[in-house]
């Protein structure tokens, strides 16, 4: 079996212009197409926010398709399950609109859709390969890859920086 | 070889039996899991009852097993088996009049009965319902296809959640409350004003400040009400929701030790070796007032099963008790959601309370300031679950206190 990739934000890197806002919002409109999704209704919703951490820095904030889900064992409605690639996912189907999950969701990314009365949060793109955010960051402060990989990169990057901090 | 297989025995069949079996069954992958559900249905969402009654959802859509975190875990449930006594010195369970059922690890999941007031237990008629599990849901929508109008007791939530369930069906609904407000265990009067012009809009009559004191009936079952101020309210059924008592009347005879629910320690468990408790049955410590505690939630119940099922398989895992008061919930057209402490009228809280024509949010701070211990939000609940978590993990906020009160908590506070 193949590990599942996660989309991981290198706080970092992020300047804080929102593309990845955009590209969420218009990969979960009807249309894909920005000139028609922004007169839709209702509003194609995001499900990522970059946040102002302070006066220089900013991130994105975004499921992290928790390992033990408080959102999926609290949900009253059995409308949150996790799909065999590790997704949180809510069946829009089942959810109920009770907002339980807005209450346990300890990141706060779990939105709501008022005129659905549904739950609604990041579903890791399922009709792409990489997920719109990640695609849309021009500054690769969103990563799409295996735990493995990532923090192997991370360390190749890590070991690199200490050597030529030693001249090496 | 052989292996010995553990038996593990839950009574009940609901949020924390099946939570409780599902850790079971990830940490012993042979044990013997029996499931004792004196209810007709295999397990089901409890939550989604009125639902039924609406008609939004169907039987089969409200099925737990395969839904949600509730895999199905390999065990033997047996419906419509009431159990009628405990003998924890045997480790037998006796079900009916004489089956007897073994046990080596025992959950007591059995949950909790409507509490129902005794002067109106002696009045009861035909069409006097307390709402409470998938049967009852079954009956009073069969009574709701041939009732114009409902009378309801109680402000609670369930009570409001039915009421609309019966008002989509079309009938005109009365809710009598005893308190001057409805949800009073959720929040202060002055709280609740949204919530009640929220009512209002969708039609709901509300009745404050009064109680039944006189149930009128026909030959077809109920047909009205006196009220303690002599007034009379017609309706062709009566729904009592004044809250539950838990379920523990089959232990009578046990030397389980029980303080209104059973009492349980840090790990889930009784009084007495392999005998556990867990949901609205058992009594524990709420982690933020510190006193004693049924919570009678389906979210605290479901961690309070987890809980019990890893200890039963041997692993041994901590409760930490929740918030009595952890409810979110969509009233008619308003969202709210309800946190912690939000009783201060009289304690020593700082109270910080913003209020526009759509949306009210109540903070609450200890005494000292330097923690948030419970909050209010209707209209706007946005990322309530971030509020949730520092009034949970009791952590110090001092250096976020004013993006808390001014709306602007993000997760990248958490980081700084």
Redesign the interface.
């Known amino acids: 079996m193949t590990t599942p990739k996660e989309i991981f934000v290198k706080i970092d890197k992020c300047m804080g212009c929102h593309s990845c806002e955009l590209a969420c919002a218009l990969e979960h409109s009807k249309s894909k197409l920005l000139y028609n999704a922004i007169s839709e209704h209702p509003e194609p919703k995001k499900r990522i926010y970059v946040e102002w951490m302070s006066q220089d820095s900013r991130m994105p904030v975004l499921c992290r398709h928790c390992e033990d889900a408080p959102c999926m064992h609290a949900c009253i409605s059995g409308a949150i399950s996790r799909t065999e690639e590790g997704v949180v996912l809510t069946d829009k189907d089942k959810c109920i609109g009770c907002w339980t999950c807005v209450m346990v969701c300890p990141y706060g990314v779990i939105g709501r859709h008022m005129e659905e009365r549904k739950a609604y949060r990041c579903d890791r793109c399922p009709d792409r390969d990489v997920p719109a955010c990640v695609s849309a960051c021009p500054t690769h402060a969103l990563i799409y890859e295996t735990v493995e990989n990532f923090s192997s990169n991370t360390r190749k990057a890590a070991s690199k920086e200490l050597a030529a901090g030693h001249g090496g | 070889m052989t292996v010995e297989q553990t038996r593990y025995v839950i009574i009940g069949a609901s949020a924390a039996c099946m ?1 409780a079996a599902t850790a079971i069954r990830e940490s012993d992958s042979c044990g013997d899991i029996t499931v004792l559900s004196m209810e007709q249905e295999m397990p089901y ?1 409890r ?2 009852i009125p ?1 039924l009654i609406s008609g ?2 169907s039987e089969p ?2 099925s ?1 097993i395969g ?4 895999k199905e875990p390999k065990i033997q449930i047996r419906t419509g088996t009431r159990v009628t006594s405990v003998d924890t010195d045997n480790k037998t369970v006796t079900v009916g009049n004489s089956d007897s059922i073994s046990y080596d690890r025992l959950l007591i999941a059995s949950g909790s009965n409507p509490f129902i007031p005794a002067e109106i237990k002696k009045m009861s008629a035909e069409g006097v319902y307390s709402l409470r599990t998938l049967g009852d849901a079954k009956k009073i929508a069969a009574r709701s296809s041939k009732t114009r109008r409902a009378i309801m007791l109680g402000g609670g939530l369930l009570n409001l959640k039915t009421a609309f369930a019966l008002l989509e069906r079309g009938l005109k609904v009365s809710l009598v409350v005893y308190s001057g407000q409805v949800l009073s265990q959720l929040m202060e009067p002055d709280d609740a004003k949204l919530i009640h012009k929220a009512l209002d809009r969708a039609g709901l009559e509300i009745i404050t400040g009064c109680d039944i004191k006189k149930i009128l009936t026909d030959k077809d079952g109920v047909k009205g009400v006196v009220l303690s101020n002599e007034k009379k309210v017609e309706g062709e059924m009566l729904l009592i929701g004044k809250g539950v008592s838990p379920n523990v009347g089959f232990l009578d005879k046990s030397n389980v030790s029980i303080d209104r629910g059973i009492v349980t320690d840090e790990y889930t468990a009784a009084n007495i070796k392999d005998v556990y408790a867990a949901g609205d049955v058992a009594l524990t410590i709420d982690s933020l007032t510190g006193k004693k505690n049924i919570s009678g939630l ?2 605290n119940a ?2 309070m099963g ?1 809980c019990a099922g890893f200890n039963m398989a041997g692993k041994q895992t901590r409760y930490c008790g929740v918030a009595g008061i ?5 009233v008619a057209d308003i ?1 709210f ?1 309800s ?1 912690g402490i939000v009783h201060t009228k009289g304690a020593g809280y700082e109270t910080h309370i913003a209020e526009t024509q759509k949306a009210f949010r109540k903070l609450v701070f200890s005494s000292d300031g330097k923690r948030l211990v419970g909050a209010v939000f209707i209209g706007d ?6 509020y ?2 520092l009034i949970l993990e009791k952590r110090n906020i001092e250096k976020i206190k004013k993006q808390i009160i001014n709306h602007q ?5 958490f ?2």
């Open positions: 939570s969402f939550p989604m639902f939004k959802k859509e409200m737990l839904n949600g975190p509730f389906w979210t479901v961690e987890r952890l409810n979110a919930t969509q969202s959601v946190m609940i946005e990322r309530a679950g971030l949730r978590y908590l993000h997760y990248g506070h980081l700084q």
